[in-house]
T-cell receptor, first 113, second 112 residues
Framework: NAGVTQTPKFRVLKTGQSMTLLCAQDMNHEYMYWYRQDPGMGLRLIHYSVGEGTTAKGEVPDGYNVSRLKKQNFLLGLESAAPSQTSVYFC????????????FGQGTRLTVV | QKEVEQDPGPLSVPEGAIVSLNCTYSNSAFQYFMWYRQYSRKGPELLMYTYSSGNKEDGRFTAQVDKSSKYISLFIRDSQPSDSATYLCAMKTGTNAGKSTFGDGTTLTVKP
């Protein structure tokens, strides 16, 4: 039982390049989330999903797209990376329901130069 | 104005001290209150989870919620160097797909 696994752990991109971050969970959770964390700031929600085939925008969705084709995977895409997207990205998942705990992955450190 | 404001820190205390970490919030719809601990270069992990006003104790940790004042606290007794981490408060309503709103975090250092 690995919990929430993020791939890759580190990445350096040039401005304008694209990439996909993968989040995989093996806990059969319905809800999945993508956050970004910048220095001195808490976690800000980018996009989330309440089930396979569903996605919704969070607080800071611009410049990102997501897909949830399989229940266990949640992909975050950057179509044309910008330096402002340099951040640490965290994926989280939780059981359906408002009274459940969110489990986080270890993070992906992305630098856009 | 942010929905959740957290005392910024950083906080440095000697080993054995009592630590108080605090957050205020403006959204009266928040019903669930969490504290996450985040070690350097790691993902957050849930430390305490409370619902409604009152205190909840777990070992050396006590979470306190005062909904009338929109104020939550985390107390750490007999602090240890292993408690050195960033602490994030988080809150959510009873709806909204379980989305949490986080404070900016307080970095705590416990010196031996």
């Amino acid at each position: 039982n690995a919990g929430v696994t993020q791939t890759p752990k580190f990445r350096v991109l040039k401005t304008g390049q694209s990439m996909t971050l993968l989040c995989a969970q093996d806990m059969n959770h319905e809800y999945m989330y993508w956050y970004r964390q910048d220095p001195g700031m808490g976690l800000r929600l980018i996009h989330y999903s309440v089930g396979e085939g569903t996605t919704a925008k969070g607080e800071v969705p611009d410049g990102y797209n997501v897909s949830r084709l399989k229940k266990q995977n949640f992909l975050l895409g950057l179509e044309s990376a910008a330096p402002s997207q340099t951040s640490v990205y965290f994926c989280a998942s939780s059981l359906a329901g408002w009274d459940t705990e969110a489990f986080f992955g270890q993070g992906t450190r992305l630098t856009v130069v | 104005q942010k929905e959740v404001e957290q005392d910024p820190g950083p906080l440095s205390v000697p080993e054995g001290a009592i630590v108080s970490l605090n957050c205020t919030y403006s959204n009266s719809a928040f019903q669930y209150f969490m504290w996450y601990r985040q070690y350097s270069r790691k993902g957050p992990e849930l430390l305490m989870y409370t619902y409604s006003s009152g205190n909840k104790e777990d070992g050396r940790f006590t979470a306190q919620v005062d909904k009338s004042s929109k104020y939550i606290s985390l107390f750490i007794r007999d602090s240890q160097p292993s408690d050195s981490a960033t602490y994030l408060c988080a809150m959510k309503t009873g709806t909204n797909a379980g989305k949490s709103t986080f404070g900016d975090g307080t970095t705590l250092t416990v010196k031996p």
